[in-house]
């Protein structure tokens, strides 16, 4: 483009609020009561289907040090913990959320190192307890004090 030539501004439409329908200042309340019956008759679920989570991590882990090299196996790695991190909370486990959160960290922060075995199985170990043990208090004392100690672990 020489110096003389002008550049032209193009705007988009927003489309946006024609693809919300409902006023989000008065939402549709039948509408949210309904939604949380769904998650209410799902919730006999959450148990089962964090237990199916849980055991992928622990076999994305087995995976990934048996063969750290293997991208693959450090994608499972990651993709399950980033899984637990999101899903922890909904399924009623909000001790996961934070343990998986923190264990995703670790295996960010490693780059293309390997995270180091110790530390990712201690909190493997942990969400394993935790959703073994029912723990989904947030102030659970065991829990925390386990949180405390996975955290001074990892520096």
Known sequence: MSKNSSGQIVKPPNVLKAKVSGNLANPDEDLIARAEQ???????????????????LSTAYNNFYADPANLDARNALECASHDLKGLGATYEFPLVTQFAGDLHGIIEAAGEDVPPQKIVKAYVDSI???????????E???AQALLTELQALAG
């Open 38 to 56: 769904a998650m209410e008759e799902l919730s006999g679920e959450f148990a089962e289907w964090i237990q199916e989570d849980v055991d992928k």
């Open 128 to 138: 394993r307890a935790i959703v073994s043990q029912n723990i989904k208090d947030p």
């Open 140 to 142: 659970n004392p065991v």
